[in-house]
Each structure stands twice: as structure tokens, then as C-alpha cells.
């Protein structure tokens, strides 16, 4: 296949070059998507500031748990740059426990650390719904552009529908997520809102990557496909 055909079918011509690569490389492609979101360990790592935050504060009160939390997602970071890991994720973990604790600070319950949380699954929520009906699904748009792909894959209907399914996997996921805490914040149960949003995180993340390294496989086979009828016709 010519760069020319690649790139018309919507297949970026350094990922055609992989396909000709012995089985087992082709899919390193679609292992990338976990790395982007930091990787096993950066899911690991988040969960330890919330741990230490439940636990201390159990214990103790609320400042006790803050400085606690932000020491350990600082600490953290430090153990991630030195051992030369993913800069982004660390700088994401500090931030993210930085403003859960403000929330917290700021409305006096330490329930309200959760509360970041809890809204912006609704907020990722709504935008991967809305993605879907605009007819962008973001699953699609998102690894086309981190991999420097075209969109023609929004005119083939196979593809388009896969990456439908993925968004809307990731739909469901924070979905459950803020129905799930949003209850439970509702009756106080700091606890059990701190276990279910790592409970939650883990199973239904590993579900909605699942069904989405499934999608961009499905797209690219479609456009694969496209290109060599493009390529006999040519002919």
C-alpha cells in the first residue's frame, strides 16, 4: 500500500508500516492508550492519597488528613521523576490532590474531598454523551489525534459505530461513578465514597479500555479494508 492509499483510507503511513511487523508488534499501537492515562502504575499511585486522606482522618480531623494526602501525592511525584516515569501524571496526581483538599478545607466536611471527583464524572460524562449525538465520538476524535490520524473514518460506517460503542462505554462508566457518590455523599458516607472510587475505578476503567482498544482495532481494519478496494480498483 502506497503513503498516498494509507493516508486517503485514514491509516497514519508509520502505523501501516507496523502491520508488516511479525504478530505481536502490531498491537503496540493500541498499548499506548493505557500509557497516555499513566500507565497501571499512575492508576495505583492514585489511589494511595485518598487511602492515606479516609485513614488520617479517621483518626484525627480533617488538617491532619489534608497535609497528609498532600504530602504523599508530593512524595509521590518525587518517586515518579526520579525514577525518570511520565512527568504529566505525577504534576495531574499533586494538582488533583492540591484541589480536593481546598474543596475540603473550604466546606469543612471531609466528604467535600470527593467532591471534585464526583462532578467531574459528571462533566466527562455529559461530554462523551454529547460527543456521541454531535456524531465526534470522542473515543475516536482523541486517538486520531494522538496518533496523528485523519477523521475519514467518521465516513465509514463500521468504524464510526465501534467508536460510538467505546464512547458511550466511557459514558456509562462516569455515569455510575457520580450516581454511585453522588448517593453517598448525600448520606455522608465519607468511607464508603472514598472505597467506592477506587472499587469503581479499577473493574470499570479496565471495562471501558477493553471495549475501546476493541473499537480502534475495529476502525482500523475497516480502513485497511477501504484502501485495498481502493487499491484494486486502481488497478
Known amino acids: ?25 502490531a498491537g ?19 489511589a494511595v492519597p485518598i487511602v492515606v ?6 483518626f484525627t480531623s480533617m488538617m491532619p488528613a489534608i497535609w497528609a494526602s498532600i504530602g504523599v501525592a508530593v512524595a509521590i511525584a518525587i518517586f515518579r521523576l526520579v525514577r525518570k516515569e ?8 499533586v494538582l488533583g490532590v492540591a484541589v480536593c483538599s481546598f474543596i475540603a478545607y473550604r466546606s469543612g466536611e471531609t466528604k467535600g474531598f470527593f467532591l471534585l471527583g464526583i462532578w467531574t464524572s459528571l462533566i466527562y460524562g455529559g461530554v462523551f454523551l454529547a460527543s456521541v449525538l454531535a456524531r465526534w465520538p470522542l473515543v475516536g476524535v482523541a486517538w486520531s489525534a494522538l496518533n496523528g490520524l485523519g477523521m475519514n ?13 467505546a464512547t458511550l ?44 482498544v476493541w473499537a480502534i482495532r475495529r476502525a482500523k481494519k475497516v480502513a485497511e479494508e477501504q484502501a485495498a478496494a481502493a487499491q484494486i480498483s486502481q488497478a
Open 28 to 46: 503496540v499501537s493500541e498499548q499506548t492508550l493505557l500509557e497516555q492515562m499513566g500507565g497501571v502504575s499512575g492508576l495505583a499511585y492514585s
Open 153 to 165: 473514518w467518521r465516513k465509514q460506517r463500521r468504524a464510526m459505530r465501534a467508536y460510538d460503542i
Open 86 to 93: 511520565p512527568l504529566q501524571p505525577a504534576i495531574s496526581g
Open 169 to 212: 462505554s466511557w459514558t456509562a462508566v462516569f455515569a455510575a461513578k457520580y450516581v454511585v457518590q453522588q448517593w453517598l455523599y448525600d448520606n455522608d458516607q465519607t468511607g464508603w465514597l472514598a472505597f467506592a472510587r477506587i472499587a469503581m475505578g479499577y473493574p470499570l476503567t479496565g471495562i471501558a479500555l477493553i471495549v475501546t
Open 1 to 25: 500500500m502506497s503513503e498516498h492509499d494509507a493516508s486517503a483510507a485514514g491509516i497514519n503511513p508509520r502505523q501501516a508500516d507496523d502491520d508488516r511487523r511479525p504478530e505481536g508488534q
Open 53 to 58: 486522606f479516609v485513614l488520617v482522618s479517621s
